[in-house]
């Protein structure tokens, strides 16, 4: 399984971005698809994650409300929407997907890795 992120850039604080993670190579039933991101300094958080079927949906608390995770399963890929986004959201943001995890919430739970997309947010 390969995954391409892309979409990140510099917005303004309050402003919307989406990013986008296709995917390519064999995939799997049920599989969890997630959302990363690293600030520097700062540990890889998960910041939202759902099973392919749109199931078990989770978001960190400090995006909850303003950031959607969605696939389209035709075209492989997966979404993270980001709306009224912060300064603190200024991270280097993974899409991941993880075949065999239950609770997928750490970084260790995922199998795959897209590179990263950098998202600046100015104040």
């Known amino acids: 399984v390969q995954l391409q992120a892309s979409g990140g850039g510099l917005v303004q604080a309050g402003g919307s971005l989406s990013l986008s993670c296709a995917a390519s190579g064999r995939m799997f039933n049920n599989y969890v698809m997630g959302w990363f991101r690293q600030a520097p300094g700062k540990e890889r958080e998960l910041v939202a994650s759902s099973r392919w079927s749109g199931s078990n949906s989770y978001y960190a608390d400090s995006v909850q409300g303003r950031f959607t995770i969605s696939r389209d399963n035709p075209k492989n890929t997966m979404y993270l929407q980001m709306t009224n986004l912060k300064p603190e959201d200024t991270a280097v943001y993974y899409c991941?997907?993880?075949?065999?995890?239950?609770?997928?919430?750490?970084?260790?739970?995922?199998?795959?890795w897209g590179q990263g997309t950098l998202v600046t947010v100015s104040s």
């Open positions: 991941a997907v993880g075949l065999t995890c239950l609770s997928c919430y750490a970084s260790t739970d995922y199998d795959y």
